[in-house]
């Protein structure tokens, strides 16, 4: 491996190093500067953002022996998970502080998580998957078991730890199958060996039915989504906030490594699995979301409906629906982290200010906590001009050009029924009469930059057309090189004439 192979790996790098270099800040005198380690943690996720912007306008590159791919997907979606979390430990530091888990050790369980989110990103390989996916979870399960004077925390860790574990098996149990049936880890050569193979082979479609699951499970889609209700509710809305934000882009992106990287030729069998994994996640997620007074167990169904809508781009199996799959999760990302940004501002020491009945009078008590809360509602049940509908739209279009109407016609009337727990909140918050006349206490910083976040999904209309237009962008340069890939190894056994057709493509490759 050459130096030059480690400027792509440049953001994993100092985070992994300034990572460490804080755990040991925490052992020496320097750890009575209470605020070293946040402001360390926030430095270090916008130098590594930063050098992630520059990476999603480079050329392509694959490093260490294949494993590791430098495109703009895995930037794009590398820059999006560092400013998320930026805003995240923005957002939950006096929260944090008031609770006694804003300890150096939380941070750096931020920053692991945040490197295994990475490595998913620009996994080219089955064993760069497992490991970003387990370096991702394991910071995870810790961080929402971190306030350990809370039973419901450790109750929620132990229900995501025992689920989450299965999820993993059951996904490392896939890829062991599609290990036996191809003889190799490289997603490239995967795809390869699984295009001469029949997608009626047994094996292969037992393969599948354990990697859709595992992924579901991560991605928290009915019907494996019995672990979201309960961790989002459970834990600190600190690692609450974290966890519906990032780990969501982290997800998307290995759904996409794996499934239109390796498996893509295998399309008309996981299309039907995700068609019914989305219509019941949006189904199930919208349905009992009605019913919900607790805010972050409604947000927590709401997530599982958004990862329906998120999964029509995939199943349509187009480039569009790719890349309205990438845009919808990134604007939802925007979108709940305001959210839940509402609930962990809102939140006094004594009281987690987690109940719709909360929120009574808000618009009285604090006009501009209100009108946020009121562009994020909107957004979130996708009514214009939000970023949220267009989201939505372009998903729609995405079904409607794929011929699968059906499927598009029955999603627009599940949002429908979905928006009325959205308006339910705006509601109480301007119509009903004040239960605290006490003011919702955040300072200055955290209350601009919700505004901001706010504002963004009304602000962000006029681009529209340029954000679709760079994940369009992104998702290409996704499946080119993984076709460069494949025409290589081709190359590299020159031991008969082939032609590669791309379908969907603009262009066919001769190989010699």
Same mark, same amino acid.
């Given at each position: ?17 300034? &990572? ?37 306008? =480079? ?46 050790? +939380? ?40 306030? =350990? ?44 060996? %699984? ?27 009915? /019907? ?43 399309? /008309?069998?996981?299309?039907? %699995? ?35 809508? %998120? ?20 604007? +939802? ?43 994020? %509602? ?11 509908? +267009? ?77 679709? &237009? ?43």
């Amino acid at each position: 491996m050459s130096d030059f192979e480690l400027v792509r790996l440049l953001p994993e790098i100092i985070i992994s190093l300034m &990572a460490c270099t804080i755990l040991v800040i925490a052992e020496t005198r320097l750890k009575k500067f209470q605020s070293l380690p946040f402001i360390l943690t926030l430095a270090t996720l916008v130098l590594a953002g930063l050098i992630a912007s520059f990476g999603i306008f =480079r050329e392509s590159k694959i490093v260490l022996e294949g494993m590791f791919i430098g495109d703009s997907f895995a930037y794009l979606n590398k820059f999006m998970i560092c400013l998320l979390v930026v805003v995240v430990f923005i957002y939950s530091r006096e929260y944090s502080n008031s609770r006694k888990i804003s300890r150096s050790e +939380y941070y750096v369980l931020g920053l692991f998580s945040v490197v295994g989110m990475m490595i998913l990103a620009s996994a080219n390989h089955l064993l760069t998957i497992y490991l970003g996916l387990e370096l991702m979870s394991l910071c995870l399960y810790a961080m929402v078991a971190f306030q =350990r004077d809370s039973g419901t925390a450790t109750e929620a860790a132990m229900k995501y730890f025992v689920l989450g574990a299965i999820g993993s098996g059951s996904l490392l149990y896939g890829l062991s199958i599609i290990y036996g049936l191809t003889g190799s880890l490289d997603i490239a050569v995967i795809q390869t060996v %699984m295009s001469q193979i029949s997608i009626d082979s047994l094996p292969l479609i037992l393969a599948l039915v354990f990697i859709v699951t595992g992924l579901a499970f991560k991605l928290g889609a009915a /019907p494996f989504h019995m672990w979201v209700p309960d961790v989002y509710h459970g834990a600190p809305t600190a690692t609450t906030i974290f966890l519906s934000t990032a780990p969501k882009i982290a997800a998307f992106a290995m759904l996409l490594r794996l499934l239109i990287g390796g498996l893509e030729s295998l399309l /008309p069998i996981w299309q039907d %699995m995700l068609i019914v994994i989305a219509i019941l996640s949006i189904t199930i997620g919208n349905v009992i979301a009605i019913a919900q007074e607790n805010l972050k167990r409604m947000l927590a169904y709401s997530a599982i409906a958004h990862t329906g809508f %998120m999964l029509l781009g995939v199943l349509s199996g187009t480039e569009d629906g790719y890349s309205a799959s990438l845009f919808y999760i990134l604007i +939802y990302s925007v979108m709940t982290l305001g959210a839940f940004g509402i609930i962990v501002l809102s939140a006094k020491k004594n009281s987690e200010a987690d109940l719709i009945s909360d929120y009574y009078g808000l618009n009285r008590k604090d006009p501009w906590m209100a009108f946020a809360l009121l562009l994020i %509602m909107f957004s979130l049940a996708g009514i214009p001009p939000t970023a949220g509908f +267009y989201a939505k739209l372009v998903v729609i279009q995405a079904l409607i050009d794929a011929n699968l109407v059906w499927v598009a016609v029955v999603a627009v009337l599940l949002a429908v029924i979905g928006a009325f727990y959205y308006l339910r909140v705006i509601k109480v918050a301007f119509f009903e009469d004040l239960t605290d006349d006490n003011p919702v206490l955040a300072h200055t910083i955290p209350r601009t930059v919700l505004g901001i976040n706010a504002i963004v999904l009304i602000a962000i209309i006029p681009w529209v057309g340029e954000a679709i &237009a760079l994940c369009r962008a992104t998702i290409f340069s996704l499946i080119w090189i993984f076709y460069s890939l494949i025409v290589l190894k081709f190359i590299l056994r020159r031991d008969h004439q082939i032609l590669i057709e791309i379908p969907r493509r603009n262009f066919v490759y001769y190989v010699v």
